[in-house]
């Protein structure tokens, strides 16, 4: 399970990525996180060059 964020999500408060992906990813092995420097909501479309690069 891929988890995306970004820092610059206006939706969430700060951290709120860090804090639930880190929460998820210690629960399961099959989780992974990544947390885009820049872009909005959804992080998988503001970003997508960098995206396509994760899968």
Known sequence: MLLTGSL?????QKDHYKVLFDEICAKTSF???HIFEHGG???????ME??????
């Open 8 to 12: 610059e999500d206006d939706m969430f």
């Open 31 to 33: 989780a992974k996180a």
């Open 41 to 47: 909501h959804p992080a998988m479309l503001s970003n």
């Open 50 to 55: 960098e995206f396509v690069v994760l899968g």
